[in-house]
């Protein structure tokens, strides 16, 4: 059976309820997206018979253990990783971000430099700025094209050289949805004997990741931007797999990604993961991996995204005073992932979202974490603007109501 958006809508209990006798629309996936059934019974069914911890001599105590080499091995299969030792969970992409630059600086030395950028979320920017600043170490920001709000490639290149301890980047804008070319980047940071981190949280319900083919050093995604519960992953390459020294607990763990992971884990948010990424493999062929079934759905899910940004960007080149910021070429929808940053002349984002919201109408306005971005735009000060996130789940119909009703805000 091949993915239709109705297929899975009625999957998920959010869709299909009614607030206020009228239903609902949800154009906030980027803020965090809708869970399908499969996975809140997953997770009840930990909480209810099996809520334990690791290392017992009892049934759900064994059950605990296999559901955390599920999800390991669920998560090695979402991100294309060689091992599910390569795989560190957290509380979150944040979260993980702190922790990890931690034991990734370590080493660095005054007069050291890493590289940020304008285009990403600020847990991949503060993380390291404030790593750097413990360290004396010269912090670049990489800005953006401001016309189609894409990163600026040939700054961040000219600022590489080989004081360059790290650069850290976003797979995709959770703003704009501009896609980045994170392979490029990473060769040439490589070249210089930097490492990469890779911020694929906005990345991750949109594309496939495959961290071999990248060859990044370090990724992370979080799962309730991919139809799952809270829980943030991390991918370590194998080679700092063992090198580096996380700052932990004693005794410490001395082997594979536990070294990574700090206290206990939402074993009940893991189980979740599992449920999720089966969800995101349902429409590969039976029989095949994991993986394969996940590059299977994907693809699909990529068609149907694209055309929900074909129909989007026609509605808004109907109308005169809607500002978008970012990618608007119907040419280049395969550079973008279904996020629209716009604004509307004559009226704040925070009035557009409210006046949408008493519609049932889901979607987030202000700057989400995107500072730089939002600084170099001018929009930070001015309310930032409104997102309009898409999911697989979204349907054309949807971006026609979503359309009507701005209409009070439009002009042709
Ligand atoms: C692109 C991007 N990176 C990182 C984050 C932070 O993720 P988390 O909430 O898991 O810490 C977000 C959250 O919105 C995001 O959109």
Not at 27 to 51: C, I, R, W
Not at 145 to 162: I, K, P, V
């Amino acid at each position: 059976m091949p993915f239709t958006p109705e297929a899975v809508r009625q999957s998920f209990p959010a869709l299909n309820q009614t607030v206020n006798n009228e239903p609902v629309y949800f154009f906030d996936g980027p803020g965090g997206s809708q869970v399908p059934s499969a996975v809140l019974e997953k997770m009840t069914a930990y909480l209810g018979h099996f809520n334990s911890n690791l290392g017992g001599a009892f049934f759900s105590s064994a059950e605990t253990v296999s559901v955390v080499e599920q999800a390991r091995a669920s998560a090695q299969a979402l991100l294309g990783a060689p091992s599910a030792d390569n795989i560190v969970f957290g509380a979150n992409m944040t979260s993980l971000t702190f922790q990890l630059s931690r034991a990734i600086s370590r080493d660095w030395q005054a007069g050291d430099e890493i590289i940020v950028t304008a285009l990403d979320h600020y847990s991949n920017v503060s993380s390291w700025q404030q790593a750097a600043e413990d360290k004396g170490v010269i912090v670049h920001q990489v800005r953006v094209n401001e016309a189609d709000c894409t990163l600026d490639y040939e700054h961040l290149f000219s600022l590489l050289s080989n004081k360059t301890r790290l650069v850290a980047v976003t797979y995709a804008s959770n703003t704009t949805g501009s896609l980045v070319g994170v392979k490029r980047i990473i060769d040439a940071a490589h070249l210089m004997g930097a490492q990469v981190y890779v911020d694929a949280v906005h990345y991750a319900p949109h594309a496939l990741v495959d961290v071999q083919a990248l060859g990044c050093d370090f990724l992370a995604c979080s799962a309730y931007k991919f139809f799952g519960p809270h829980v943030g992953i991390a991918y370590v390459a194998p080679q700092w797999l063992q090198t580096l020294r996380p700052y932990k607990v004693e005794p410490a763990t001395e082997q594979g990604p536990g070294r990574f992971e700090t206290g206990t884990q939402s074993f009940e948010a893991l189980a979740g993961l599992v449920a999720a990424v089966e969800y995101l493999a349902q429409w590969g062929d039976k029989g095949a991996s994991l993986r394969q079934r996940l590059i299977q759905s994907y693809a699909q899910y990529q068609q149907h995204e694209a055309v929900l940004s074909q129909h989007f960007l026609y509605c808004l080149s109907q109308y005169s005073n809607i500002k978008l910021y970012g990618i608007d070429e119907p040419s280049r929808i395969s550079e973008r992932t279904p996020t629209f940053a716009i604004r509307i002349d004559g009226v704040t984002p925070g009035d557009v979202a409210s006046h949408l919201g008493r519609l049932n109408m889901c979607v987030w306005n202000g700057h989400f974490y995107a500072l730089g971005l939002c600084k170099q735009l001018g929009v930070l000060e001015e309310g930032g603007v409104i997102r309009i996130g898409l999911m697989h789940y979204n349907t054309v119909e949807e971006i026609d109501q979503l359309f009507e009703a701005l209409g009070p805000f439009l002009q042709r």
